[in-house]
């Protein structure tokens, strides 16, 4: 914990506070350094957003939970941030979706990896994979830390989720023949360009939607959910966005100007 008392009238109490759990989780050794710097690039595109789930993310959101409930083999792949941020949704989440959790960490030490799995566990995690020896498969097409895999988990899966990811991982996973899932603020970065279904949206609000929707889509038969997922296009979707983002910026640029004119 940081000594740190965030104000609850403050007008952003409710972004410093994730914050501080960032900085709490970075002293315990569970959240990378860069992880601090990932999460403000995250910010800066929750602002354009309007910092709140916006009409496409729901319905990625909604493909997600499809693609889950239909695959095979589904994981949840887990790095310093979403553990930290997450925790709780994720364990409830691989409940729902009968999915697997496994820590996959791009600055990766054992002892990252340790914390990563204590937070899973401390959230009611039964089964962490991917930690130390375990990782023992590789994915040929990559080269960082994150080629290793467990080969229970994200070798075999047909379906794996990777919130705040950095690039290559979702390709390669593509690559594979995965669906991918991606929950990224940013709708440029090369992992929600690739992903097969990518949510533009804090994973703080994404995460427990993402709970509640699978576990209602839960009741509905496969070709329901198949037909959810078919019509879910993944680049209109980043599209939609990009034009929100557009139109916020448009409309508060209107608004200053005409504030402006108002003052003279
Ligand atoms: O724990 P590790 O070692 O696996 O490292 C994790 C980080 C996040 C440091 C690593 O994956 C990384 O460097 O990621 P990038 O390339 O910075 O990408 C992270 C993406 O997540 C960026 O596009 C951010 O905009 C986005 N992002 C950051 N915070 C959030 C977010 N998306 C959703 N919710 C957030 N809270």
Known sequence: ????????????????????????????????????????????FDYLLGEKTTKPALQAIEAAAAALLTAENPVISVNGNTAALAAQDIVELAEAANAKIEVNLFYRTLERETAVKKLLEKAGAHEVLGVGESASARI?????ERRRVDPRGILRADVVMVPLEDGDRTEALVKMHKKVIAIDLNPLSRTSQKATVTIVDNIVRAAP????????LKKH???ELEKI???FDNKKNLAESLI??????????EKMAYAKGEDQ
Request: a positive charge; aromatic letters at 2%; glycine letters at 6%.
């Open 1 to 44: 914990m940081t000594d740190i008392k965030i104000p609850s009238d403050h007008p952003r109490a409710k972004s410093l506070q994730i914050r501080e759990k960032l900085i709490e989780h970075y002293l315990d050794g569970t959240v990378a350094a860069a992880g601090l710097i990932a999460h403000g690039r995250g910010e800066a």
């Open 140 to 144: 040929r097409e990559l080269n960082s």
């Open 209 to 216: 939607k993402l709970v509640k929707t699978t576990q209602k």
């Open 221 to 223: 038969g496969p070709r």
């Open 229 to 231: 997922l078919r019509r």
């Open 244 to 253: 929100l983002i557009r139109k916020n910026l448009s409309t508060t640029a």
